[in-house]
């Protein structure tokens, strides 16, 4: 099994680059490389994505144009050259992918939740024949609420040590280099250091009640609890409803609704 990359976050761009610097220093053979790229995740209003422990990103990389389903650890489950923004199972493209997540998203819609904007500053380690032997690479992030091009935050800057299979020897020389810098390792994901940065609650969700009612408290203080739930679910799923988006936001919508009149029928 080849090494695993390790992540470190950084204060911002001119310190990340310094530590390039320190690295490209340690080894006589190095070119340092510039791209960008843009991420958009996608799910379900409901999270449907998400709940199973998995992300949906489209990746636009140069001419790459791609679709993603992945695990949360970042193991990949399919992925398809995207050639249509993503919505319904049925405009997804077609192939293992859109059989795969049909199961899971049946009849939503998918949205974009936010897009992630990076610029890449990559350290080729070489060896004496001039290829790569490892990897340092800083990614500097900034990330956009969907569909809100002037609400955007910037991200904390990234360190990444990569690995290159068949050369581990290289790659702890790179990682014994950088453990000499005292950096701070990073122990979130790019999805979780997004969604933070937007006041985006992952999951966040739900039809169900969720109420936890004191058994002591009146009745009536405990029947406005529950409206005020079923109000919050009624108003969460109108902006859907009137937009036909998909069928759900009806369901939901009635749902709450029905209950509602039942608690007022109790009265």
């Known amino acids: 099994m080849p090494p695993a990359s390790a992540s470190y976050r950084l204060d911002d761009a001119a310190t990340a680059r310094r530590v390039l610097e320190l690295a490209a220093q340690r080894f006589a053979q190095h070119r340092l490389t510039g791209a960008s790229r843009t ?14 422990g998995t992300w949906l990103r489209a990746r636009f990389e140069g001419p790459s144009r791609l679709l993603s389903w992945v695990r949360t650890d970042g193991e990949e489950i399919q992925r398809a050259p995207l050639t249509a923004k ?7 493209p077609a192939g293992p992918l859109r059989e795969e997540l049909a199961d899971v998203l049946e009849m939503r819609r998918l949205f974009p939740l936010f ?34 091009p002037t609400s955007t935050a910037d991200l904390p800057v990234l ?45 966040g969700y739900s039809r169900r009640l969720d109420l936890k009612l004191d058994p002591e408290e009146p009745a009536d203080a405990a029947l406005r609890s529950i409206l005020r739930r079923l109000l919050e679910v009624i108003q969460q799923n109108e902006a859907g409803l009137r937009g036909n988006l998909d069928s759900e936001f009806l369901h939901d919508f009635r749902v709450a609704v ?8 109790q009265l």
């Open 86 to 92: 993503p919505g319904l199972a049925r405009d997804l």
């Open 115 to 148: 897009s992630i904007e990076t610029l890449t500053e990559t350290l080729h380690i070489l060896d004496s024949r001039r290829k790569t032997v490892a990897r340092a690479q800083i990614e500097i992030l900034s990330v956009q609420v969907a569909e809100e």
């Open 159 to 203: 360190l990444r040590a990569l690995p290159i299979r068949g050369y581990d020897r290289d790659y702890a020389a790179l990682l014994e280099t950088l453990e000499t810098l005292d950096l701070e390792p990073l122990t979130e994901d790019e999805f979780a250091l997004a969604a933070d940065a937007i006041g985006l609650k992952p999951g």
């Open 258 to 265: 029905r209950r509602t009149r039942s608690a007022l029928s």
């Open 39 to 52: 991420t958009i995740y996608y799910d379900t209003f409901d999270w449907r994505v998400y709940r199973r």
